[in-house]
């Protein structure tokens, strides 16, 4: 699996307002994303995306979002409803999302970003 591929899906996804998560690939780099976004730990990891899920809001819930961007990924989290095992691999696809994280945006940005 080339994880950054999916990393850059979930950037150009936010961008557009009906471009939904389509794999568990991509359910696990959210999840990892605003881990990091939140200043919360390397989430753990849990056998389906239905816990890994409820986890991560468990954690962010009722908490300022910290940016536009976060915004959009809670929304396509929340609009992904394919079940799914994490496996060994999703689990390290969400550490690598989480670590190649840096602050509250994403890290490739169009030439237009500011004006969305």
């Known amino acids: 699996m080339v994880f950054y591929i999916n990393k850059q899906a979930i950037e150009i996804k936010s961008r557009f307002e009906n471009a939904p998560l389509t794999s568990t690939n991509e359910c696990c780099c959210v999840v990892g994303i605003l881990a990091k976004i939140y200043g919360l730990p390397v989430p753990v990891k849990f056998n389906t995306v239905e816990e890994m899920c409820n986890d991560i809001h468990r954690q962010i819930d009722g908490k300022p979002i ?3 961007y976060a915004a959009k990924i809670i929304k396509l989290l929340d609009e ?4 799914g095992d994490i496996t060994d691999e999703l689990y390290e696809l969400l550490k690598y999302a989480y670590n190649e994280q840096i602050g509250v945006e994403p890290a490739y940005k169009a030439p237009n970003y500011n004006k969305l």
């Open 66 to 68: 910290p940016s536009n």
């Open 80 to 83: 992904y409803f394919k079940p």
